[in-house]
């Protein structure tokens, strides 16, 4: 059963895409070890959306991820992000891109254990020679619209689960990317953290027009979203549309739930 409607996938010919996804395969190994992850995937993003991905367990969910975050090589397909074709950068130019342009949230925090939590923000400005007002100043919008404003002098076996995520998600998007790709930020996270986090990452999404694009199990978390590409047999499945302005969270959430019972994948947290 394939639910997709191709229609559905293309983006307005006039709209801002920030991501191309065109075909892309991934084949792990050879012979009696070939798995083929993606089968042919294609998608655009648009400037401020923010897209879910969700599938059952190996469904190819964070392949894709990690092919867009330019972690993989597709086998074959292409990946665009602001109309950079990334297959064609040489290794240094894409690390150097890759840099700037994308934010990534890992489900485990991925913090370093000897900064504290304004030095792990601050590494990938640091990076790139980014110091003084320039970096001061993002930093406090984003200390404060994360709540993580009393923690900065900490270090992170001093801060809870949900401090330490939202340190992350400050680090992921100090640099201001192009966009957002969060791999199961919620996984590691109980019910009021998720709820906490998705809020705050749902208001800079609406007010700073980020750019996101999250893996998740979880369709509580899903239901932030405005929009969902289901993922099964590594191919799209289905694609749920939600009007943020219109369409209440509670709603869109049992419209998730009824896809996912379709897919035989996912969990029902509390909403
Ligand atoms: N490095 C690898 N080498 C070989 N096979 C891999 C590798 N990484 C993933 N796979 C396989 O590719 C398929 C897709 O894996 P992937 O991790 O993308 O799925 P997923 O949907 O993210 O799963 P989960 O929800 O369990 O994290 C699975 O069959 C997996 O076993």
Do not use: W
């Amino acid at each position: 059963m394939n639910m997709m409607n191709h229609r559905e996938q293309k983006a307005p010919a006039d709209s801002g895409r920030v991501l191309e996804v065109k075909n892309i395969t991934k084949t792990y190994g050879v012979g009696d070890n070939e798995t083929k992850a993606l089968k042919g995937i294609t998608f655009d993003v648009l400037k401020g959306e923010f897209l879910g991905i969700m599938g059952p367990s190996g469904s190819g969910k964070t392949t894709l991820l990690n092919t867009i975050a330019t972690m993989i090589r597709p086998t074959s397909g292409k990946v665009l992000l602001e109309r950079q074709e990334l297959g064609r950068f040489k290794d240094r130019e894409l690390a150097d891109y890759r840099g700037k342009k994308i934010g990534y949230l890992f489900q485990d925090f991925e913090l370093l254990d000897n900064m504290t939590a304004k030095e792990n923000i601050l590494l990938p400005l640091s990076l790139h020679g980014i110091t003084g007002k320039a970096a001061a100043d993002p930093l406090e919008t984003l200390a404060r619209q994360l709540d993580i404003e009393d923690v900065l002098n900490k270090f992170p076996s001093q801060m809870s689960g949900g401090q330490k995520q939202r340190v992350a998600a400050a680090r992921s998007l100090i640099g201001n990317p192009s966009i957002l790709l969060a791999d199961e930020p919620t996984g590691a996270l109980d019910t009021k953290n998720s709820r906490t986090l998705m809020d705050q990452l749902s208001k800079i999404n609406q007010t700073m027009g980020i750019t996101i694009m999250m893996v998740t199990h979880d369709a509580s978390a899903a239901s932030y979203c405005s929009r969902i590409l289901f993922i099964q047999d590594g191919q799209l499945f289905h694609e749920l549309r939600r009007n943020v302005e219109s369409e209440p969270r509670e709603v869109f959430y049992e419209r998730i739930i009824t896809v996912l019972t379709q897919l035989g994948g996912g969990s029902a947290h509390v909403l």
